[in-house]
């Protein structure tokens, strides 16, 4: 991985080095394409994420050569929701597995590097220019296509239209070493802890520590003074679940992660006049509600579309269309659910009440905010995947 300004034109800029524009340019690069991959942060960093992972997300991510077992990562077969004082669980259907994304962006972005594309680390990129090209802190790149994968807020000049449908939480993130007797009790579980103004999820990653990772309404945490250790200590005053959970829990991280205004609900569709050769990826193109723990699976299958138009000369269009067809019904009927359920009380505590009479209801909802698995072996026919033999 390099630092140094590059050379050559590559045929590919990807703009952001994270889960999407790493899967990207593995597949482009294994596809024959000359890509460069421009990272901003020169180090791997922790990212706001609650980090479980879909059986979609572990199956692309197997295609991409990422070894999630040797890397630490943490099955996790149950699925437990906690709102007032009353707890269900149910089996998720398939077992999820838990990995930092500390761990998971650096392996991707080596396994691009290996696979022959070039990894820039260190620059930012400013903008989109109307030409294509890149302005970037190490001067303007440019290449016959781009690809912007810098996540969920805009880049200056790159595709994002509108807000997404629910953009009103703020996100925060942090990692706790819990009782041991807790551990336990969290083991093979992720946990939705709702509480009024958002929800919780708790989860085991590696090295035993927990993440929790939760999502508040503005009013919510200006109630709390506007401070992470205030609201937390009001959300254990309101579940004494998130109290037994986080009692003597040791933070280790100095400070929370934090996030605002994410475009929930939002689903890139190229207009007629779309450049063909520029695509945004991952949460460039599509947002989903994060309970469905399913962002990175969307963001991968996303990424392997476009590489797919890419490899296959159809671009901006195709990638368009099979991405509304794909992500699209999950993405919109994630964010009703989301509305449904909203943020209070009573309705988080009649779905607890409804989900505890008919148990399979998490399933179904698990299955309707998800990606078909006709739609993710369907795209595994296509060029990106055959490229390596895998269709
Ligand atoms: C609160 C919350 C919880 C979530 N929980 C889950 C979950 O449990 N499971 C799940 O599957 N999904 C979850 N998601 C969704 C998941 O995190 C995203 O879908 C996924 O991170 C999208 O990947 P990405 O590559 O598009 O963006 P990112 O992961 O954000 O990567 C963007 C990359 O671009 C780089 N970058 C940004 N700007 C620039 C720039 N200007 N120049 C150069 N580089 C730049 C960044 O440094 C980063 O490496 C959650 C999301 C949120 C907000």
């Known amino acids: 991985m390099s630092r140094a300004r590059p050379a050559a034109f590559p045929e590919v800029l990807v703009a952001g080095g994270g889960l999407a524009g790493a899967a990207t340019a593995i597949w482009l690069a294994r596809g024959g394409r000359q890509v460069r991959v421009i990272e901003r942060d020169l180090h791997p960093q922790h990212r706001i994420c609650g980090e479980f992972l879909s059986w979609e997300a572990q199956a692309l991510l197997a295609d991409l050569g990422v070894d999630l077992a040797a890397l630490g990562a943490v099955p996790i077969r149950h699925v437990r929701l906690v709102a007032g004082g009353r707890a269900v669980a149910a089996p998720l259907g398939f077992t999820g597995q838990s990995l930092t994304r500390h761990r998971l962006d650096a392996a991707l972005l080596e396994r691009a590097a290996a696979a022959g594309a070039e990894v ?27 690809v912007v994968a810098t996540g969920k807020h805009a880049l200056r000049g790159a595709f994002r239209a509108h807000a997404g449908t629910l953009d009103h939480q703020l996100g925060f993130k942090s990692y706790f070493r819990l009782q041991p007797a807790m551990r336990e009790a969290l083991a093979d579980h992720v946990e939705l802890i709702l509480f009024s103004g958002g929800y919780a999820g708790l989860q085991l990653v590696e090295r035993q520590m927990a993440n929790l990772c939760l999502l508040v309404s503005a009013e919510r945490y200006r109630a709390a003074g506007g401070r992470f250790d205030s609201l937390l200590a009001s959300l254990c005053a309101e579940s004494a679940h998130l109290a037994r959970r986080l009692e003597a829990a040791l933070p280790l991280l100095d400070r929370p992660l934090a996030i605002s205004r994410v475009p929930y609900g939002y689903v890139w569709r190229p207009g007629p006049d779309a450049p063909a050769l520029r695509l945004p990826v991952g949460d460039q193109a599509t947002v989903i509600p994060s309970f469905t723990g399913d962002g990175m699976g969307l963001s991968l299958h996303g990424a392997r579309l476009a590489a797919t138009a890419i490899l296959s000369g159809q671009g901006a269009a195709a990638y368009g269309a099979a991405l509304a067809r794909d992500a699209a019904p999950a993405i919109a009927r994630a964010t009703l659910i989301q509305k449904l359920v909203g943020e209070g009380p009573v309705r988080q505590g009649r779905l607890v009440t409804l989900v505890r009479l008919v148990p399979g209801l998490l399933t179904l909802s698990a299955r309707l905010t998800r990606l078909r698995p006709e739609a993710v072996r369907a795209a595994a026919a296509g060029p990106a995947a055959r490229h390596r033999g895998y269709a």
């Open 120 to 146: 820039v680390r260190g620059c930012q990129v400013r903008a989109l220019e109307p030409d294509g090209a890149l302005a970037t802190s190490l001067g303007p790149m440019q290449a016959d296509v781009t």
